[in-house]
């Protein structure tokens, strides 16, 4: 079982075989599926919004370990709801899985640190915006079992070391047969994080 990432942002480099699993990654047959239905892609930029800032609010939650900031106005209400939402309920699913897991098979009695929690929450909320559209996409083009387990390995790596995925994303930027848009679309909750420092590096400012 092969799976090449480049070929997904340039599937002209695809072979036969996994023509429709590169076009999935890349994201193709999830987009012409929304255009089918919603005519300008609606449904599928409303998602890429509302996922990249969840992906925004995961990451500066996570910098938030390591640099101080200062929220204000609506961005300190946004990060006190994750903080009382999502927060628990991450720590219960990793205190439910990976927790009990070690627990059961090595009698390890084990906390996950705040700072590993939030490193993972990242790497989930980036890995089931990237599983979407993979799955979707083999569904629509009928992968086969080989397709299947390879979408799901990549989406454990996006999750557990979405740094070097990121880093790799940026490597392709220098590639002049990459599609731009596409790449350029994985850094959408990094915008909107920088974004939202800089709005309330004003707020804090103006008040």
């Known amino acids: ?16 075989v996994y023509e429709a699993f590169c076009h999935a990654i890349a994201g193709g047959n999830a987009m012409a599926s ?8 609606l449904g599928w930029f409303a998602y890429q919004q509302i996922a990249s800032i969840l992906g925004a609010c995961s990451l500066l939650i996570f910098c938030g370990h390591y640099i101080h900031i200062d929220w204000s106005g609506i961005f300190q209400a946004l ?5 009382q939402t999502v927060v628990p309920v991450v720590r219960l699913v990793l205190d439910e899985t990976i927790v009990a897991f070690l627990k059961w098979a090595f ?4 906390v996950i640190p705040a700072a590993l929690r939030d490193y993972l929450t990242v790497g989930i909320v980036l890995g089931m915006a990237f599983g979407r559209v993979v799955f979707t996409a083999c569904n629509e083009s009928r992968c086969d079992k080989g ?6 390995i990549f989406t454990l790596i996006n999750i557990v070391l979405w740094p070097l995925v990121v880093a790799y994303y940026i490597k ?8 731009m848009s596409r790449v350029l679309s994985v850094f959408l909750p990094f915008l909107y994080a920088i974004a939202m420092v800089g709005a ?8």
């Not at 397709?147 to 799901?152: L, M, P, T």
């Open 147 to 152: 397709d299947y387990a390879a979408a799901i």
């Open 107 to 110: 009698h390890w009695s084990i």
């Open 1 to 16: 079982m092969q799976l090449n990432i480049t070929r997904a942002i340039a599937p002209h480099r695809c072979g036969p």
């Open 79 to 83: 990060i006190l709801a994750w903080n």
């Open 34 to 41: 929304d255009e089918k239905q919603h005519g300008f892609s």
């Open 172 to 179: 392709l930027l220098t590639e002049s047969d990459t599609r």
């Open 200 to 207: 309330n590096y004003y707020l804090h400012h103006q008040t």
